[in-house]
């Protein structure tokens, strides 16, 4: 009877340890496809707010006063958003439906449109984040959820909106200045957020599904090269110009869609795959559970049966025993810390015989830069009866290193002493190189390649963070964005190389100006965004002042002199970080029309030199 109580214990803990280790992977496989099922619904959403805010720009080149709700296009679009948010409870929100709604009803103004579309865009993140698009683990997903939740549709809203304003003034002869002032921001938005797509879809080159969207990029940019667009003091209608000028845009637009739709294409094969591989491992992990259950209850049954009285469970042990000793890294210690037995696992990872390692430490595996507190922090940790587990570079035979995840067990007496030491070891070697490889990869993606300093996406990363701080604890801080003066003039003169090096060199002159504190960052082009925490408008102007001076007095290799002209303004309540940004920008402008080579405040709806 004691014999069948033994043998129908082992049974149930086999079982038992089968089912946990099966019910571990399927509730991690489960939930990792939860997370592609949002992923997909969030870019099927974003695809359709996409559609939905180019109809909206469109629909501001009317000449009504209201959006054209006769309009079957934009209807079906509206529709189809509706739809999407009744269905997907996560992407509810009854403030956007109401919306919507007015929009059929003809209630949305169109003072009311660039709010309406800076909401979207707000929005595209917003989706992005509850579908979890934004997960750094994926790295190919995240640059291209990147992509359709700030740049592209940056991109694309600014184009046509700067296209519809020309076509208004092809039919009108004439605009007004704010549609003026318009274009042209829109059209400034339109080389910034290109350029930063086109350092995004760089970090995608070693993706090779990814490597064709290079190619609209590069239609765009020798687009763009020769584009000659209306600026706000040059708004003499030209019946050839402004017709060419449509036609060049008409051709950004074309390949900006085509991009989009592109990303959206990649997007959705990946997500597809990965929901594929998903599902495939669930399916086979149950199919693997229920063959080892039969099998192992068979054979159970047969061994059990074919002779019940010469049923020894020393030979179930001996057989248990030596299957882990030929795949579990385990080795056995004194309470001398001196090693008593080896698996043969453990020595065809490390290269050392058992004969070599009985009798000796668990010196012989460390590396030499492995930290010493670590060691001691182990055996400190085992000594008071814990069980010790940590992560440690250790050594082989042949010199080469392997990370370890080792996990120390005490073993007691009856009386509570330490008797020996049981140690288990898992190679997380490949886990540990990837785990670098993506910190390094990280790192590289936050770096404008040319300066080595902060690059727009890792600006907007922090400008976030320092709002949030901001709102929540009232840290203040200012920014400023300083534009080198007549730039195209040192590339067409000196070349690009040349401009290059001046980039370069005012970079480094800019970093002998500042604190430690502050943060600098490539904003796009010849323009550099510095961010200036704890930082007032006074002192942030006279930080600029320095700057300035410290440039225009610099005598640069390869070129006479240089000068830069800096637009400052500083964080106050109830201010969106869009317009927080605007308000340097608009400084920025300032200094420009006012004669360059100087610094200008934002200042309570007034720009202060």
């Known amino acids: 009877m004691n014999k069948i109580i033994r043998f129908l214990l082992i049974f149930v803990i086999v079982i038992g340890v089968v089912f946990s280790f099966a019910y571990s992977l399927l509730q991690s496989s489960n939930k990792n496809l939860n997370v592609v099922h949002s992923q997909i619904s969030g870019v099927e959403y974003l695809e359709a707010l996409h559609t939905l805010s180019i109809s909206v720009a469109n629909n501001m080149a009317e000449e009504s006063n209201h959006f054209k709700t006769h309009q079957d296009e934009l209807r079906k679009v509206i529709d189809k958003v509706i739809e999407f948010q009744e269905q997907n409870l996560d992407f509810k929100d009854n403030a956007f439906k109401v919306t919507l709604e007015n929009i059929y009803k003809g209630k949305i103004y169109k003072d009311d449109n660039y709010v309406f579309l800076n909401s979207l865009n707000h929005r595209n993140y917003t989706i992005g984040d509850i579908s979890k698009l934004l997960y750094v683990d994926d790295r190919e997903l995240y640059l291209l959820g990147t992509l359709v939740t700030h740049y592209i549709p940056e991109f694309l809203i600014s184009s046509v909106i700067s296209h519809n304003i020309v076509k208004k003034f092809k039919t009108t002869k004439s605009l007004s200045n704010q549609d003026k002032i318009i274009f042209t921001q829109q059209n400034k938005l339109v080389y910034l957020s290109i350029s930063e797509v086109e350092e995004i879809i760089t970090l995608l080159d070693s993706y090779s599904n990814a490597k064709h969207l290079k190619s609209y990029i590069l239609n765009i940019k020798n687009i763009v090269a020769n584009d000659n667009p209306p600026s706000k003091n040059n708004w003499k209608y030209e019946k050839n110009n402004t017709k060419n000028y449509l036609k060049i845009s008409h051709s950004i637009l ?67 025993n030596q299957t882990l000793n030929k795949f579990v890294l385990f080795c056995k210690l004194n309470r001398g810390g001196k090693i008593t037995y080896s698996s043969d696992a453990l020595e065809k990872l490390t290269g050392y015989t058992n004969n070599e390692l009985i009798g000796k430490t668990t010196r012989i595996f460390r590396h030499r830069k492995t930290d010493a507190l670590e060691y001691k922090k182990m055996w400190d940790t085992v000594k008071l009866k814990e069980v010790y587990t940590g992560t440690i570079l250790n050594r082989m035979k042949s010199g080469s290193s392997y990370w370890a995840e080792i996990t120390i067990v005490p073993e007691l007496d009856s ?55 901001y709102n929540r604890y009232n840290k203040l801080f200012s920014i400023m964005i300083i534009d080198i003066d007549y730039f195209k003039d040192i590339n067409d003169t000196y070349g690009h190389l040349v401009g290059d090096e001046v980039l370069i060199s005012l970079v480094q002159r800019v970093k002998e100006s500042i604190r430690d504190t502050d943060v600098l960052g490539r904003w796009g082009g010849e323009e550099f965004m510095l961010i200036c925490e704890e930082t007032d408008l006074i002192e942030a102007y006279n930080l600029a002042q320095k700057i300035r001076k410290n440039i225009q007095n610099y005598q640069f290799k390869s070129i006479d002199t240089l000068t830069v002209s800096i637009g400052v303004a500083q964080i106050e309540p109830n201010i969106s970080i869009k317009d927080f940004m605007k308000r340097a920008d608009d400084a920025l402008y300032s200094a420009k029309n006012s004669g360059r080579n100087r610094s200008v405040v934002y200042q309570k709806s007034e720009l202060l030199q």
């Open 415 to 469: 009386k509570e002493n330490i008797v020996a030491f049981s140690v288990y070891i898992i190679d997380v070697t490949q886990k540990k190189e990837l785990v670098i490889v993506n910190q390094i990869l990280e790192e590289l993606s936050q770096i404008d390649t040319l300066t080595q300093i902060y690059n727009r996406l890792k600006l907007d990363t922090l400008m976030a963070s320092l709002y949030k701080s």
């Open 254 to 320: 074309d390949n900006g869609y085509k991009l989009n739709s592109e990303i959206f294409k990649i997007i959705k094969e990946l997500l597809q795959k990965k929901k594929c591989s998903l599902e495939n491992e669930i399916s086979y992990t149950k199919l693997i559970l229920i063959f080892v259950l039969v099998v192992f209850s068979l054979l159970s049954f047969l061994y059990y049966s074919a002779d019940k009285e010469n049923f020894k469970k020393d030979i179930e042990i001996k057989n248990i």
